[in-house]
């Protein structure tokens, strides 16, 4: 695995562990990133690239101009936002802001790409332009469609788009991915449901919202297994309820919140039309006022088989071909790259980080040893884009 890894870059893995656990200490949630931005943007001119800063707020993209002649153009992301999640590691680059941490290495990702654009500034030797794109707000707040809506694409045009994420608990240094969809479409729902309180020794005199809101919750699941095509796949989950203040009373109002994830739009249409109905039906059934919010999110993020050939070859030139899974089964999470892909073909890629615990968890920190392997795929796949014409 090690032969693609690029010597100057493993040479540079004690400064670029540093970069990365500085950001780890200093995360910032979606849109607030303004240290973080401050902190690539000095990096970034510092290797001598104009870099313009202000899409989607703190979202910024530096030019680098190959110097073997003219060629095409292209673009590689990074995401730069950090969680809602209180660390509970022990760790001395641990978090300095209660409440916030990088648990889904965005810290190794902003890291990886600073690396891959200090060695390209060095050395050059491409024909055509790569744009490093350093994106706010990847988690919920879908800052990958605010740059694409200021303009994204059309103050960088771009023949190509990349995007590269960590995964935990798979093979040290495998790159991962599949043509198609690759991580769901992902919606958020709110249901509302009004009755008429009662005491609880008495529930004939009330319109019960809790009796509805337990119907509710089970006839949902009904969506994907009678509704969904078995050979399609999709999630509906309710993951909060609200109601109620005292053992002895019905109350008035009880609310369900919760997520629908699916790959297509054919399903994301029926699951959306399905809830919608078993709302209006279990209202009418129990006499209570049902109001539902449902909001579409994310698009489904989905590869473009050609940019996807050129991501694996790059990725068997950085750690072989027995590192490289072409059949990663679909991901029910999902991901704002989603909205660069739907304007401009691209590819995305997981990077294997080995065992350790879980995205999104409390205990989580980005394995440093994988820098160097991410870093190198980026130069590799600008070599093998921009190779200078015969």
């Known amino acids: 695995m090690t032969d693609g890894i690029i010597p100057a870059l493993a040479a540079r893995l004690d400064e670029l562990t540093a970069w990365r656990r500085h950001l780890h200490s200093f995360p910032e949630t979606a849109f607030e990133e303004h240290l973080t931005s401050a902190f690539l943007a000095e990096k970034l001119q510092g290797f001598g690239l104009p870099v313009h800063r202000g899409l989607a707020g703190t979202g910024l993209v530096a030019t680098l101009q190959g110097r073997l002649g003219a060629g095409p153009a292209i673009g590689l992301r990074a995401d730069i936002d950090a969680l809602d999640i209180t660390e509970a590691t022990n760790l001395p680059w641990r978090s300095t ?20 654009a200090e060695h390209l500034a060095a050395h050059p030797d491409f024909a055509g332009t790569v744009h490093f794109i350093f994106q706010p ?34 093979a040290f240094g495998s790159f991962l991915g599949r043509p198609g969809p690759m991580f769901a479409a992902f919606d958020i729902f709110e249901v509302k449901i009004g009755g008429r309180g009662a005491h609880a020794a008495m529930p004939h005199r009330g319109i019960d919202p809790v009796l509805a809101a337990a119907q509710l919750v089970a006839a949902l ?8 095509d078995p050979s399609e796949a999709a999630v509906v989950t309710v993951t909060q309820i609200h109601g109620g203040d005292t053992w002895n009373v019905i109350p008035d109002e009880v609310v369900l919140r919760g997520t629908a994830r699916t790959f297509t739009r054919e399903v994301r249409d029926l699951v ?42 790059a990725a068997r030139a950085t750690s072989g071909d027995a590192n490289v899974i072409t059949d990663f089964p679909p991901i029910m999470a999902a991901e704002d790259f989603a909205y660069m892909l739907e304007k401009v073909p691209g590819a ?23 820098i160097p392997v991410g870093a190198s795929y980026w130069v590799n796949l600008v070599h093998r884009l921009l190779k200078p014409s015969s």
């Open 272 to 313: 959306e039309t399905r809830f919608r109905a078993i709302c209006a039906g279990i209202g009418a059934a129990s006499g209570t006022e049902i109001a539902v919010d449902y909001q579409r999110r994310y698009p489904a993020m989905v590869n473009h088989r050609a940019e996807l050939d050129e991501a694996f070859a």
């Open 348 to 370: 995305y890629l997981c990077l294997a980080s080995g065992p350790g615990p879980n995205l999104h968890n409390a205990q989580y920190d980005f394995n440093d040893a994988l």
């Open 97 to 116: 802001k209660p409440g916030k941490m990088h648990a889904c290495g965005h810290d190794g990702h902003m890291t990886m790409l600073l690396g891959a």
């Open 137 to 170: 707000a990847e988690e919920n707040e879908g800052g990958g469609k605010v740059m694409v809506d200021e303009g994204l694409f059309e103050l960088f045009p771009m023949q190509a788009v990349y995007g590269l994420h960590n995964w935990p608990n798979a």
């Open 221 to 228: 699941q009904s969506i994907v297994s009678r509704s969904v």
